[in-house]
Structure formats: C-alpha cells, structure tokens
C-alpha cells in the first residue's frame, strides 16, 4: 500500500533553515508528480511546491517562491523540501502527497515551527 513518511520538522528561528524529507512506497516514484502542502492552526490546507518525475519542472506557491526549493531523488523513493529564510507564518504541519490511482495519499505530516 502507499506510504508516505515526512520528516525534518522542528523548531527554528526566523530567517532560519530547514530540510523535510518525505520517504514514500507501495508505488513506483518515479512515474509520479510529488506535492507539498502545509496547514497552520485553524486554516485550510494549502499548496506549498509540486515537482514532476525527473525533477526537471517545480511549481510554488507564491509565499514560498524564491525561499523554498522541492527535489527529489528517485534512486531513494524521496521528496524533499528545503525551506530557507523561513518566517513565522511558515509555521504549520507539513504533508507530502501524491495522486495514485485516482486517490489523493497523505503523511502523517511533519511540524514546522518558526519563532520570531
């Protein structure tokens, strides 16, 4: 079955860095466009970065565009997230997700947490 794992959430300073990796399985990743969302506390869920198979094209959300870099390593099964300059409204938990199927999959998601 699908799996997601995410992982390198913490706790860090404004204009500080982080990197979140998303271990995933029971598909085969590199036929598959990887996402990141975010959710703070009492909002929506929000798109955060997609990158398609190879890596070669990435899209962001506009808040995250030019801090925040999304890659993947197919050899490993793994998306990452590295989130530079981060700001106190980047805090929130963290998913990555695929579409599989016709079926949206979800981790358990990773907390982020940037103090100002």
């Known amino acids: 079955q699908v799996q997601l794992v995410e992982s390198g959430g913490g706790l860090v300073q404004a204009g500080g860095s982080l990197r979140l990796s998303c271990a995933a399985s029971?598909?085969?990743?590199?036929?598959?466009?990887m996402h990141w969302f975010r959710q703070a506390p009492g909002k929506e869920r929000e798109f955060v970065a997609s990158i398609n198979w190879t890596g070669s094209t990435t899209q962001y959300a506009d808040s995250v565009k030019g801090r925040f870099t999304i890659a993947r390593d197919n050899a490993k099964n793994t998306v990452y997230l590295q989130m530079n300059s981060l700001k106190p409204e980047d805090t929130a938990l963290y998913y990555c997700n695929v579409q599989y199927n016709g079926n949206a999959y979800w981790g358990q998601g990773t907390q982020v947490t940037v103090s100002s």
């Open positions: 029971g598909f085969t990743f590199s036929r598959y466009y």
